[in-house]
């Protein structure tokens, strides 16, 4: 068991420098414009230009760079963004990802829920026409681009329908902090989190349904079955007992990989600062010390947790500890 | 002993797995109706050119603030007063449901249905084209992966988990703005920032990883099979193996795998070209068409609707085309994640 934690352990080590090297190569080894351009924004006058080029030793070889890159963005912490007047890009990334958490933590529940539901309703009631239709409407919730699905729910609660009793209470573009006020907070945040779930209940329940479909030919359930016990119990105690091991590993990489910027589009549609906001906006003026280090540090936000999940499987999963 | 008639034997022979697999979608409606859905897309997307000048009778990508237009016998401007009170400002013409601005006009006064069709054709062809050169790269990947193990295994698998680890779409984006200001520099080659190769090469790269799981999982079951086995005592070599043994058993996932990638492909284009890093103007693609609608998605929600509606009845299609396929062709394996 410590060595199959030892060998998670090098293994992560491993892709974190992988993914550094990666995410450093994009960004200063594509062929293409000269990095110090890239690095000092539109229109730099010479002596910034100079001023980059000596700071992230431009001019010496790319190991170096990378060395002082990674100093930078994970030592000192001072990388600063040209774009944005010598702004610090480390703590406005952690001034802004509270909101992110809120957005992907709400969104998690309202999809685990609803997903759950209908992924064991759907399987329960296979080839009834309650099943075709949940997993229908799974399919449509994956084909909806999020940022669209975002523009029109704003169309509905914002505009059209906002003076009716239905829509009265939905707030203006905006993000509340929870520590002010925990309601107003909810509020501003219902409809973006339904926005986002939309497209995680349809993977979600379409992957259990296969999942407990799948199972309900295994000889544990067989057994089951032969016991006599009722077939809601079998589905539930059983089957999606079992059918929560995928749940679960997927689930830990979406979540992982939402808070790490992959909510950035519903956060660009809804106005709400979090991560992705900031990115985007590094997008519009080209910032691009401010987007590495957000590439840079969701990525390694996503390597760390899938390991968290791993670990936390090494002391739940029996099969999985001793397996190894 | 008489040779058998060939007509007879013909008869007999039973039908090869692709045979079953076609006979099997033919009875699926919704694989049926979603395919009549692409191919009338596709259809109306590369007569965009046609519609613009012989129903629409005007050009898209001209901005066309000042002109007017008649609507059944009716002389109308393109930019309207608002309907607000006082009449402040100009709003573009909303649907008309005639020939020329069917759709209404966007913020410039261009044909919102003619734009449609012309950015078909861009978001279409770009995820076509990525989804082929994603699944032909994941291929190579993924059999050298799979077929010879050991080092190359390790080392290509960790390359995948490596880019797994990215976010997706962060790590399309990186791609992205690192070129879209002064496009990529091979050597001799340059590929201009509005070169849609740039979109398409950027798109098949970050979803090689989703494509190669499987097809290595499909090898290396393929590599322990017993015809295999026997290629190998026989001393065929090995790139005729993979060549004739392996790919055509990689075909089937392959297929299933394609119209799913080339729906992940066209939301990963469209959500690319609404951060305006995707296609990049003058042209069009459904991406930058819902941009371009969400200044007025209050006043002219047609807009952004529209091409959002285009997406996911293509996205919707293929996805069931795929279920489908994969149904058709009992891939078990080839499951796929949707980010």
């Known amino acids: 068991m410590l060595m199959a934690a030892l060998r998670r352990l090098g293994q992560t080590v491993f892709v974190l420098f992988g993914i550094s090297a990666l995410v450093f190569t994009v960004f200063f080894a594509t062929p293409g414009a000269d990095p110090t351009a890239r690095i000092a924004g539109k229109n730099a006058s010479p002596q910034t230009m100079q001023k980059v080029r000596q700071e992230y030793g431009f001019d010496r070889p790319l190991p170096v760079q990378y060395a002082i890159m990674m100093k930078k963005l994970f030592i000192t912490q001072d990388l600063a963004s040209y774009a944005d007047r010598g702004e610090l890009v480390v703590p406005e990334i952690t001034r802004a990802a509270p909101v992110t958490v809120s957005l992907v933590c709400g969104a998690a529940v309202i999809w685990v829920v609803l997903s759950i539901a209908m992924g064991t309703l759907a399987a329960a009631l296979k080839g009834s026409w309650i099943d075709r239709t949940l997993m229908m409407l799974g399919l449509i919730g994956i084909s909806i681009p999020v940022f669209w699905l975002g523009q029109v729910a704003n169309l509905i609660t914002q505009n059209r329908y906002h003076d009716t009793w239905l829509f009265s209470w939905v707030p203006a573009l905006g993000y509340v902090p929870l520590t002010q006020n925990p309601w107003g907070w909810f509020k501003a945040l219902v ?21 407990l479909v799948a199972l309900s030919g295994e000889d544990f359930i067989r057994t089951a079955r032969a016991k006599g016990l009722s077939p809601a119990r079998i589905l539930i105690r059983h089957g999606l007992r079992t059918a929560m091991v995928t749940f679960v590993s997927l689930f830990g990489m979406d979540f992982a990989q939402l808070v790490g910027g992959g909510a950035l589009l519903t956060e660009v549609v809804f106005g709400l600062p979090g991560v992705g906001r900031l990115t985007y906006q590094a997008l519009t003026n080209l910032d691009l010390p401010l987007i590495m280090a957000t590439v840079m540090y969701s990525a390694v936000f996503v390597v760390l947790a899938n390991a968290a999940v791993d670990m936390i499987y090494l002391l739940l999963d029996p099969r999985v500890r001793d397996a190894r | 002993m008489t040779d058998p008639a060939p007509s007879p034997a013909q008869d007999t022979k039973p039908p090869g797995p692709w045979r079953m697999a076609l006979r099997s979608l033919r009875h699926n409606r919704s694989a049926l109706f979603s395919f009549a859905v692409l191919v009338f897309l596709a259809v109306a997307s590369v007569l965009a050119p046609y519609y613009a000048r012989y129903v629409a009778h005007t050009d898209p990508f001209v901005s066309n603030v000042a002109g007017s237009i008649t609507v059944g016998g009716q002389e109308m401007d393109i930019m309207q007063p608002n309907d607000n009170p006082l009449h402040l400002g100009l709003s573009p013409i909303g649907p008309t449901w005639h020939g020329s601005y069917m759709l209404g006009a966007d913020s410039q006064g261009r044909d919102v249905a003619a734009r449609l069709l012309y950015g078909g054709r861009n978001s279409l062809l770009i995820s076509f084209c990525s989804a082929v050169l994603c699944l032909v790269m994941a291929a190579a990947v993924g059999i050298a992966a799979g077929f010879c193990g050991g080092i190359v295994d390790t080392i290509l698998s960790r390359m995948m988990d490596i880019m797994w680890s990215v976010p997706v779409y962060l790590f399309a984006i990186s791609l992205s703005i690192v070129t879209v200001s002064d496009g990529l520099h091979l050597g001799p080659f340059v590929i201009e920032s509005d070169n849609l190769l740039l979109p398409i090469c950027i798109i098949a790269l970050v979803y090689i990883p989703y494509a190669a799981r499987p097809i290595r999982g499909r090898v290396m079951a393929l590599r322990e099979a017993e015809f295999v086995m026997a290629a190998r005592c026989l001393g065929v070599p090995r790139w005729r193996i993979v060549l004739q043994d392996i790919l055509p058993n990689v075909t089937s996932t392959l297929v299933v795998l394609g119209p ?14 609404f951060l305006s890093i995707g296609v990049q103007a003058p042209a069009a693609s459904w991406g930058t068409l819902i941009q371009d609608g969400e200044g007025l998605i209050y006043t002219r929600p047609m807009v952004a609707i529209a091409p959002g509606l285009a997406i996911i009845a293509v996205v919707l299609a293929l996805n069931i085309l795929g279920d489908g396929l994969r149904d058709a062709l009992d891939v078990r394996d080839a499951s796929h994640r949707e980010q």
Do not use: H
């Open chain 2, 260 to 273: 799913l990638i080339m729906a992940m492909s066209l939301l990963a284009e469209s959500a690319l070209s």
């Open chain 1, 191 to 211: 409809i973006p989190w339904v926005v986002l779930a939309v497209l995680f209940i349809g993977v979600y329940s379409r992957v259990l349904r296969a999942d």
